[in-house]
């Protein structure tokens, strides 16, 4: 892919807050207005179709719609988009994730996803689209306001250093109330590294903050700090929602904690 075609995206401006359905199509993709190029008529088509297939509201179309979706937020990621409105084209595609996930009763996947979207979009947090099948679940699972408000300096102790993943490592930090007996890391998926990032030999660590719930499941995701490349913001957070932990106990009986953990990307290690 042409570098002017990871540019003209990362230009893109949206108005997700007062958007319409044809403003959110044309908007998220300003083709005629920042260029032709193939790969940006595939993007565009792609996200229309998304979107229109999820306005039919049936599983199967919901089928179609989380495939596309998936696929296009893979492209995005491999693209290297960035800045700002390459946060929010990446939000608005998971959010579109999200509500598929939901109507094909993957609750969890898209309580993950929709959290995702307001943390690359934060203006999501206040529209919905048209989808009004959703938007209870959307309003239920909202990030609370103290969560955006969480200081930017990783706090002291330490849950355990599971093995690095090829191209990256991690760090866990439990910070509620000290548990008897801390979670364990018992599976991990590797975090995937972007191939535009690959390209441009760029490295970093995301600090991403979530809930463990009594599962030992990752809940409520939030970028506590950012490395300033969004897309590996994005393949963090991508990664620790396939996690799971043995779960943190105290007084033998499973709690929710709260989790900071890192994720590194470098091709020199």
């Given at each position: 892919m042409k570098v002017v075609n990871r540019v003209v995206l990362a230009m893109v401006v949206l108005s997700w807050a007062s958007a319409s359905r044809a403003q959110i199509a044309s908007q998220w993709c300003d083709v005629e207005r920042w260029g032709s190029g193939s790969q940006m008529v595939a993007w565009n088509r792609s996200f229309t179709e998304t979107y229109e297939a999820l306005r039919k509201n049936d599983p199967a179309a919901a089928k179609k719609a989380a495939k596309r979706a998936r696929r296009l937020l893979d492209d995005l990621l491999d693209a290297f988009v960035s800045g700002p409105n390459g946060s929010r084209s990446l939000g608005l595609t998971t959010y579109l994730l999200a509500v598929a996930e939901q109507r094909l009763g993957k609750s969890d996947d898209a309580a993950w996803h929709w959290q995702m979207a307001q943390d690359l979009a934060p203006e999501?947090?206040?529209?919905?689209?048209?989808?009004?099948?959703?938007?209870?679940?959307?309003?239920?699972?909202l990030i609370p306001a103290e969560r955006w408000d969480a200081a930017t300096t990783?706090?002291?102790g330490n849950a355990g250093n599971p093995a690095p993943p090829s191209g990256g490592s991690v760090a866990g930090t439990v910070r509620d109330a000290e548990p008897t007996t801390p979670p364990v890391l018992k599976h991990i998926v590797n975090p995937s590294y972007p191939r535009g990032a690959r390209e441009f030999h760029l490295d970093g660590a995301t600090v991403v903050d979530a809930?463990?719930?009594?599962?030992?499941?990752?809940?409520?995701?939030?970028?506590?700090?950012g490395c300033g490349v969004t897309v590996f913001d994005?393949?963090?957070m991508d990664a620790v929602r396939q996690w799971r932990y043995e779960p943190a106990t105290r007084s033998g009986k499973p709690v929710r904690v709260f989790l900071t953990v890192t994720v590194t990307f470098s091709l020199y290690r």
């Open positions: 999501l947090r206040n529209a919905y689209g048209d989808f009004e099948d959703v938007i209870p679940f959307l309003r239920a699972h990783q706090p002291p809930y463990l719930d009594t599962k030992g499941i990752p809940r409520e995701p939030t970028v506590r700090r994005v393949a963090a």
